[in-house]
Structures are given as C-alpha cells and as structure tokens.
Nanobody, 118 residues
Framework: QDELVESGGGSVQAGGSLMLACTTS????????MGWYRRIPGNEREIVAT???????RYRDSARGRFFISRDFTKNTMFLEMNRLTVDETAIYYC????????????WGKGTQVVVSS
C-alpha cells in the first residue's frame, strides 16, 4: 500500500505554473509534518518546502516567494503551488511525511515528474 500518493506533475514552459498534490491517510496527515523534495538529474535530493501540523513552513531560498506549500485537513492532502518555474527546476518531486529528524522522513512517495522547457 502506498502511504503517499503524488499527483499534478507534468510539462510546462519556463515561467509557467504547476500545482502538485500529495494525499495520504488521515492518521499520517494529522500526526505528521510533511514536505516536498526534488531530485534534479545529476544532483542529490534537495528540500523544496516543508509544512508542520501547525502550518509552520520552510522553503529553500530559491523557492521562497514563488512556491507555496499548504495542507487541506478536509482532504488529507498537501499541495505545492509552483510559479515562475525555471528550466533548471526540471526534476522528480517527492512528497514526504513523518520526519524522524530534519529532512529525514518515514514515508516517501514515488515521485512525480516535472519538466520545464524553454
């Protein structure tokens, strides 16, 4: 059983927007902080944004002001709104839940591909 299911990836032109979603069980959603991470080809996985159960947020510097993380407790779903995307943000984006320590999580989604073209 997949505890985290991502959706919303796809292709977009540079400067465009995408909305990613991550749905999980009510138990995980209500108990755990969650986050979005990405793996750019040739690079290690990196943080994009995180959100706690009391809605405290953290962003990588390059995403701040363009990306917005949120969570909907009625849908057990976390969102990532991405605006003004750049070509070098082409990556697989992963949802994560239940941190055991900073940037280390119990649950990871399978990832959703985002392709930004020039």
């Amino acid at each position: 059983q997949d505890e985290l299911v991502e959706s919303g990836g796809g292709s977009v032109q540079a400067g465009g927007s995408l909305m990613l979603a991550c749905t999980t069980s009510e138990e995980i959603f209500r108990r755990c902080g969650m986050g979005w991470y990405r793996r750019i080809p040739g690079n290690e996985r990196e943080i994009v944004a995180t959100i706690s159960t009391d809605l405290n947020t953290r962003y990588r510097d390059s995403a701040r002001g363009r990306f917005f993380i949120s969570r909907d407790f009625t849908k057990n779903t976390m969102f990532l709104e991405m605006n003004r995307l750049t070509v070098d943000e082409t990556a697989i984006y992963y949802c994560a839940a239940c941190a055991v320590r900073r940037d280390e999580y119990v649950y990871w989604g399978k990832g959703t591909q985002v392709v930004v073209s020039s």
